[in-house]
């Protein structure tokens, strides 16, 4: 059945990218990326006083200066032309960019997860840095621009600063400040929006169907060992539960707010939540949330759930959960696939 569901959504998700259009479950700084993130850096002033605008060609755009998340002035002489991306959570708008960076922290991991797998003919020019970061790994990259991320990069960043100028971010930008902050980078600030405009567009679309829907409430959740289960924080999944961000879905009463924080239950606690659709998390590596699905069955707990009763168990790809422009889209269309069924 995975294999089954895995296909069709992958090539749902490529039908979609083609038409135009909440890695790692947390890194050593957290990963919340909540909605209206304000974005830490901004493009500076550069020689010409156009230089911050939209440029007209894009030698016009260069060179420019960046100012990033530590204060530091960049000066980006020209087009980056090889990215390293030294931190995962931070690959997912390249590719959203058109870009392809010529590394990336633990990368052969995010080419797992279903939101990728219409970049898989990009992979063999991604060099995997590992987890943690290898610098010789990014020397060997021989990249013009490295993109990084404190305090996750904080032990090596003085070497990385050897190789090629570094900009480095924190992880408090959500998908769109991604997009419209590494555009800059690249002197196409247009293309950032127009993505971003591109799927804000998706979602309001998705929004507007699933309207009908405002009454059920929805959980995402993940099975863990020793029976218990977490449930993704509303702050892992804004681009689904924001009312006028994201989809619109309604949490069950006491849902978690924070990812990290009174998110763990056991079967009776989920009981209590009851949500009228489940959303499980799957790694799609192994078959283990069907075993365990499977084994649920049994169960006469599990069985009174309003979701389960119902046949609204879906699993979902950890995509969803990435934070990213990439998994946005991909679980903004696999959760409007499942509820519209």
């Known amino acids: ?37 304000s974005p830490a850096a901004s493009v500076a002033a550069s020689a010409s006083p156009a230089a911050s605008a939209a440029p007209k060609t894009e030698a016009a755009a260069f060179p ?35 870009v392809t960076p010529v590394a990336a ?5 995010l080419f797992g997860f279903l939101s990728f797998q219409p970049f898989l003919k990009e992979q063999a020019n991604v060099l995997d840095l590992g987890s943690p970061v290898s610098v010789e790994k990014v020397l060997e990259s021989k990249p013009d621009l490295i993109i990084a991320a404190t305090p996750y990069n904080d032990k090596i960043m003085d070497q990385l600063k050897q190789i090629a100028p570094v900009v480095v971010f924190k992880n408090d930008l959500d998908w769109k400040g991604r997009l419209l902050e590494f555009s800059k980078l690249i002197g196409e600030p247009k293309k950032g929006q127009d993505k971003v405009d591109e799927i804000e567009k998706l979602i309001a679309a998705n929004r507007e169907k699933l309207a009908a829907k405002k009454d059920e409430t929805v959980a995402f959740i993940s099975f863990n060992n020793k029976g218990t289960y977490t449930a993704f924080g509303l702050d892992r999944c804004v681009a689904f539960y924001d009312k006028t961000a994201g989809l619109g879905l309604t949490p069950p009463a006491n849902y978690p707010a924070v990812h990290g924080k009174d998110n763990i239950f056991t079967l009776e606690g989920l009981l209590q939540l009851n949500p009228s659709y489940i959303f499980l998390w799957d790694d799609m590596t192994s078959n283990s949330e069907e075993t365990t699905l499977e084994e649920l069955k049994k169960n006469p707990v599990w069985n009174t759930l309003t979701a389960v009763k119902n046949n609204h168990v879906f699993i979902i790809d950890r995509a969803a959960f990435s934070a990213g422009p ?16």
């Open 64 to 98: 420019l200066t960046y100012k990033d998340a530590l204060g530091n002035e960049i000066v980006i002489k020209e087009r980056p032309k090889r990215v390293a991306v030294a931190f995962f959570h931070f690959l997912e708008p390249w590719f959203s960019l058109d």
């Open 326 to 341: 990439l998994g946005v889209e991909y679980g903004v269309k696999a959760i409007s696939e499942f509820m519209l069924k």
């Open 105 to 109: 922290d633990n990368a052969s991991s």
């Open 1 to 37: 059945m995975k294999k089954l569901l895995a296909l069709c959504l992958t090539f749902a998700f490529a039908a979609g990218l083609m038409a135009g259009c909440g890695g790692k479950e947390a890194a050593e700084n957290g990963d919340n990326a909540a909605a209206g993130a």
